[in-house]
């Protein structure tokens, strides 16, 4: 059984005091939660105010991004190291805004989810096509693009810490979630590839989330499909009775 996986992905939202109202919120709400993995990704700049409120929490805390070196002069960057060390235990690898903002690539997206995994990072690497790419009917070719360039040499044992979030780019902030139909069809593509580049236990191992318009009112439906294991959740992760009501529903 794989345990369900709950993530918020704060963007660039929230000042630090803003950032330490919500979590408290999430404290009060969440703390009997024991079946879900929940984790919140504020800014870089709240992370070390929501760790402090973390440490008898069972909330994880997750970065946005990082980077793949481990010091050195790249100014405006951040190490896998320096995650560790501010308290985080997840991180956001390859989201599509990055993807599409900032010149991410598979080659990047490989290069840091390697980098964090030395460091004892747990990555969330995201996948996704856009809606032009559904409408050319090339989703798999995308999917499998991103997959097999994102995890490329990566181990069995590698595998274990990570987790994929399928982010139809089309869903993203539009208020327009896949159906679970349409998630279920790709998640379970992809769990088709992993068993290819991997193994079958790897495959039946590896937690596959869903991102996009995810909302307290359609995380049951979409967690019940077979290979939906929870979710990567932007803008209903920015208020407490949303996020509570996903985790909530995510309760099995
Ligand atoms: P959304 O964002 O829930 O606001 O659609 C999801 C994401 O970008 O991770």
């Known amino acids: 059984m794989r345990r369900p996986i709950i993530a918020g992905n704060w963007k660039m939202h929230n000042t630090i005091n803003e950032a330490v109202e919500l979590v408290n919120g999430l404290n009060r709400n969440l703390a009997d939660v024991d079946s879900v993995d929940i984790v919140v990704c504020p800014t870089y700049t ?4 929501v760790n402090e409120l973390l440490i008898d929490s069972n909330i994880a805390l997750g970065a946005q991004d990082v980077y793949w070196e481990e010091k050195g002069a790249f100014t405006g960057e951040i190490s896998p190291q320096m995650l560790k060390d501010v308290g985080a235990s997840y991180c956001i690898i390859g989201h599509s805004e990055r993807r599409k903002y900032f010149n991410e690539t598979n080659e990047t997206v490989n290069k840091k989810t390697k980098a964090a995994l030395n460091a004892g990072l747990l990555p969330i690497v995201c996948v996704g096509e856009s809606l032009e790419e559904r409408e050319a009917n090339r989703t798999f070719d995308v999917i499998k693009d991103h997959i097999e360039g994102s995890l490329q040499g990566l181990s069995k044992e590698n595998m274990a810490n990570v987790t994929i979030a399928y982010e139809p780019v089309w869903a993203i902030g539009t208020g327009k979630n896949a159906t679970p139909d349409q998630a279920q069809e790709v998640h379970k593509y992809i769990r088709g590839l992993l068993k290819d580049l991997f193994d ?11 991102g996009g318009s995810v909302k307290p009112d359609n ?9 939906v294991d929870g979710a990567l959740v ?10 509570t009501g996903i985790v909530k529903g995510a309760v099995t």
């Open 46 to 49: 709240a992370l070390s105010d």
């Open 200 to 210: 079958e236990e790897v495959a039946n191992n590896t937690r596959i989330q869903y």
């Open 219 to 227: 995380i049951k439906d979409l967690i019940s499909e077979e290979d």
């Open 234 to 243: 932007g803008g209903a992760s920015l208020k407490v009775d949303s996020f």
